[in-house]
C-alpha cells in the first residue's frame, strides 16, 4: 500500500478549453476573426481543435458529438458560466475588433469602456452566445 504522505503528487495540467456549437462553421468563422489558426475545412467536423501559443488548445464539439458521449447533456439557458479573453496590443484594437465583430453581425454584449482595474474592455457573444472578453492594458500614463 502507497503512503499518501510520501507518494508523488499527480498534478493536472490545463491542456484544452472545449467548447459546445450548435453550429460549427459559424463558430470557428467567429474564431477565426479573432485569430485563432482554425484548420481549413473544418466547418463539417464533429470535433475541431487549434493549438494557440503556449501549448494549450481550444476544442469546438457539436451537440449531438457531446450527446453521443453524455445523453444526458442539454444547451445551457439563461447565460453563460465561462468566458474566453482575448488580450488586444492596444485599447483602440479592442475598439475596432468589437466593431468588426459586431459589423460582421455577432452580438455586442457591453460595448468598449475604460474600466476601473486599468483596461479598455468589451464583451461580444459568440455564436452561441458565450461571452468573449476582448481587453488591453491601459496606457501607463492614463489616469
Known amino acids: 500500500m502507497r503512503d499518501m504522505d ?3 503528487r499527480l498534478t493536472p495540467r490545463l491542456d484544452l ?29 464533429p ?15 457539436t451537440e449531438e ?3 453521443s458521449f ?8 439563461g447565460g453563460t458560466r465561462i468566458e474566453l479573453a482575448f488580450r488586444c496590443a492596444t485599447p483602440a484594437d479592442v475598439d475596432a475588433v468589437y466593431e468588426e465583430l459586431v459589423g460582421a453581425g455577432h452580438g455586442g454584449h457591453l460595448k468598449p469602456w475604460d474600466a476601473v482595474w486599468g483596461q ?3 464583451v461580444v457573444r459568440d455564436p452561441d452566445g458565450n461571452g ?12
Open 17 to 45: 478549453v472545449g467548447i459546445v456549437v450548435s453550429d460549427m462553421a459559424a463558430s470557428l468563422a467567429f474564431y477565426r476573426r479573432l485569430g485563432l489558426d482554425v484548420p481549413a475545412g473544418a466547418e463539417t467536423a
Open 70 to 77: 453524455d445523453p444526458s447533456w442539454r444547451r445551457p439557458e
Open 6 to 8: 510520501t507518494a508523488p
Open 120 to 122: 479598455r474592455y468589451a
Open 47 to 61: 470535433h475541431v481543435e487549434a493549438a494557440l501559443p503556449g501549448g494549450l488548445r481550444v476544442a469546438w464539439d
Open 65 to 67: 458529438t457531446v450527446r
Open 132 to 143: 468573449v472578453s476582448l481587453f488591453a492594458d491601459a496606457p501607463a500614463d492614463a489616469s
